[in-house]
């Protein structure tokens, strides 16, 4: 299904040079300008694309609209899924993004303007993560590990508390007022880390 062999139209069979032509997808009633790969017909002058190209010009233009609106890429998801050991289960407990749709945002789906601001907030934000990850739902032994990473994630020191996979203390009354102005810092840079 990759390749023609045989023009359709005129059944020739010299239809091997492949070319670059401007195109357009539309995502979410967006125009997304870009450059296609077709097969030229050499002797009727037709030209194809196959499933495999289009699929693949697809994918493009999705990536293009998620960088141009700041949404999380399959990859960044799958990173922090993999990063804290977490289940599309467990992401469906954390988020609240039932664990299908979660699916196919890693299979590209574009998430839509609030799923996208929501886990822009858990991979952006360790400490939202870390509260989130308390919760009685995640106090099963087997978490242990994602709140230690969370934990550890955290750009700022937690004052007289020892970051580790225990919950019992309250973190958030132990910034001090130097670390927030860190924290600040940080996240601004985190959040246009996203989009660049
Ligand atoms: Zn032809």
Redesign the pocket.
């Known amino acids: 299904m990759s390749t023609l062999k045989i ?1 359709p ?4 069979d010299n ?1 091997v040079k492949e070319t670059s032509k401007k195109d357009f997808v539309e995502i979410k009633g967006e125009k997304i300008e870009l450059y296609s790969t077709v097969t030229v ?1 050499q ?4 030209t194809f694309a196959s499933l495999k190209d289009e699929m693949e010009l697809i994918n493009r233009a999705r990536e293009i609209y998620r960088n141009r609106h700041g949404i999380p890429s399959p990859g960044q998801i799958l990173e922090f899924k993999n990063r804290y050991r977490l289940s599309l289960r467990d992401m469906e407990k954390l988020t609240g993004i039932s664990f299908k749709t979660i699916d196919r945002y890693l299979k590209g789906s574009i998430p839509d303007p609030s799923n996208s601001t929501l886990l822009k907030i858990f991979l952006n934000f360790p400490y939202v993560v870390y509260k989130f990850l308390c919760d009685e739902k995640f106090s099963s032994e087997k978490y242990n590990f994602s709140r230690k990473k969370a934990s550890e994630a955290i750009p700022f020191k937690i004052i007289s508390y020892k970051t580790d996979a225990s919950c019992s203390m309250n973190p958030v009354y132990h910034i001090s007022q130097e670390n927030e102005k860190k924290w600040t810092k940080t996240t601004s840079y985190t959040t246009s880390s996203l989009t660049a």
């Open positions: 023009c139209v005129c059944a020739s239809i017909c002797d009727c002058g037709e």
